[in-house]
């Protein structure tokens, strides 16, 4: 007790009491000790004590439910709190935490009430106390919201920078330019319609940016991004949009998602003659007719429709300028050159998944990967990223496989293998004996190399492409001789052609020659093949040959479709992470991808060899090597090279006069085979190129016939089954075998079954029922009918039938 009183006659606040009163008034204190950052009085509790701070500081700070205390104010030995919760009966409206070590003396209520008995001063020094606080508050407050203003501010200065201009000379963009004047000059409710990135929120940002209220605030709100109860409380409550945007302007951006009531709210509140904000509203489709109540209108009177920029495509080349010109202030890079390929590519895309939007980020994106200064069609990604797909288990998680791939003993390793014994091959097929039953380079070649590429396509995709010798040789000559010549327009533009013309070119010219029988031939045909690959890597960049012209990796590039292996990234990962894009342009650890590829982009297997530098190159790890469903692109694929379907018609058509006509070879003077041969060969091919313009034409990238795209790839599985047949019968030993089989029913009779012909079956029944699912998948993907199922499935039998019956029928 008696430390008590001596510890409160060194307050202020009981100088003017007797020892007796002291006594009275210690019977209800107590003293205490806080420590450093101890909570001293919480933040909404009942009331309980007045204190008083003896030796000390303490922070008076407020919880804004954030779990972030906002400092109000600073105490020191002599000052007090607690008295307004005791006054009020309210609960505790800050928190005290002790700024350094305290000694707090602690007066219960009775005693409170009793100090303001006997100092009658106290009532006037809390009132005083009180006010100064609450001045405190109202200070702290109005600095609060000047900061939240400025920031507002600061990030509207920012998205104007980021928004720009509208760009465009359209008859459509040239209305919108001249109806700003007119739209800035009133507060009427403004309501937006277009698809996204057609330029609804930055045409909201010109007219709020020419409007009176161009000092305030502007706040954009997306209304799909909350659920309805989330957003009424972020519209209309305390520190709601609403609120803060007053004096400025509100964007609603999706209002189509918001219900009937929350609209009829917001025209009340619009309309309050208090209310100081001007309301835009936007949609993706036109509203107006679907909103009920005439009340609900007032906000569709006045609506502006944004036209899709593929029906303004002249307003294309002069965006593809502007955005230029932004990225190379914003890299402080100079602004590159556009090669004609790619502003043909960028105006002859579509953009149905954001407009502008994604004219842009197609733009920047080239504009990163661009290299001397020169923006190529190469450089031009179109379309999603590729997405999420269905089950697949990503073999590069098993540890010893990946550190291969890390340490270059994949590819290089085998491809070096291999380059040595293509080369040792094209030696004894040039210098050896003249007798391919005596040269084992046409019995490498025709008997064991071929036929293995086209099994292994099917089954690893592009494997046979990772190890081919010619890239391999290709690289060398042109790590030392090498010109970069941009890639020609045609070869860009026309390359299915180039290849198919090339694979059939070669195919005659094996079976005309009767090439396998001929290791000079065999030799000289490698050598050819390897000089235009060895020509390509010197004059253009990376491997263009493999990208563009080689036909074997033309055939490797389609049967691809159908294997069970793919190479995908993490997308979102790629899209959230990565800064260096070195998938496409290399590392210090490896080169860019040979096949001028972009991670996040790829979602087929036609264009990726599984060379496997972009696992070595990406920072981040998003790239997976996927173990799938087989042929499961197909049914999926968008973004594939659409033209080649001409590739996989003509693949087709040449298997019947090739199984044909190899039959008659024997039975046939050699000028009336040849002949006949030649005729029928080159009419299929002809026939395939004729059928497949009728269906598609040259409208490849055009959405309407993805359907019909999709429908010549589900012929893949069954292309590939049929060439693995064409194939079995040149391999070493099979054609020979055969076992016999009991037969019949009434007497045991032996039957021969041909090894051969149950390879072919196998293959064949095989490709033909991955085709089947492939077409009923497509159904399931595609705004296609039963009919087109039934079409496909009739097509795809008669095929089978057809082939079946030429490859298995005697004589």
Known sequence: MQEIISLMQTLKLFRNLSYTDLEEIASHCKVSIFETGQMILAQGVPPGDFYIICEGSAEVVLDNKNRENIPIALLGP????????????????????????????AVSKTGFDRMLDLLPELSHNLLQTLSLRLKKVNLGVWEARNKELALIMLIQDEKKSRYGEIVGKSKEVKKIKEDLKRWSSTDELLHLIGEKGTGKELTARAVHNFSRRREK????????????????????GQFGYLELAKGGTLLLKEIELLNPATLKRLIDYVGHPLADIRLITTSREDICRKAAGEELEKLFAVTVKFTPLRQRKRDIPELIQYFTGRFAKKYNKQVPSISKDAIEKLISYDYYQGNVAELEDALERAFLLAEEGVISSEHIFLGAVAGKTGPAVNLLRFKPLMDAIQKKNYPAYFQAAVTVIFLSLIAICLFGPEDHKQNPGTLLA???GWPSFVFSTAIFGRIACSVCPMSNIAMIFQKYFSFSRPIPLFIKKYDYLIITFLFVLIFWIEEITDMRRSPFATGVLFLSILSGAVAAAVFFPRQTWCRHLCPLGGMFGVCSMASPVELRSNTELCLSKCTTHNCYKGSERDSGC????HAP???NNQDCKLCLKCVRNCPNGSIQLNLRPPAREIWEVSRVRRSMVVFVAVLLAILFPLSVFDRLRESMA????????????WLSVLAAVGLTWLFVGT??????FLPRIRAFYSFVPLLAGAHAAYQAKFLPIVPELSFKIISGTQSAELMEVSVLNLLVLAFLSTGLAISLFCAWRITKTSITSKFFLMKQTAALLTGFSLIVYIYLRKG
């Open 601 to 603: 982009f790829i979602d």
């Open 78 to 105: 002599g000052e007090y709190f607690g008295e307004m919760s005791l006054l009020t009966g309210e609960l505790t409206s800050a928190a005290i935490i002790a700024v350094e070590r305290c000694r707090i003396l």
């Open 217 to 236: 605030p502007f706040f954009s709100v997306e209304c799909g991004n909350m659920n309805a109860e989330e957003l009424e409380e972020k519209l209309f």
């Open 670 to 681: 050699h000028l009336q085979w040849l002949g006949q041969f030649t005729f029928f060969y």
């Open 594 to 597: 040979p096949l001028f590829q």
């Open 699 to 704: 409208k490849f990238d055009e959405e309407r």
């Open 446 to 448: 025709w008997s064991l």
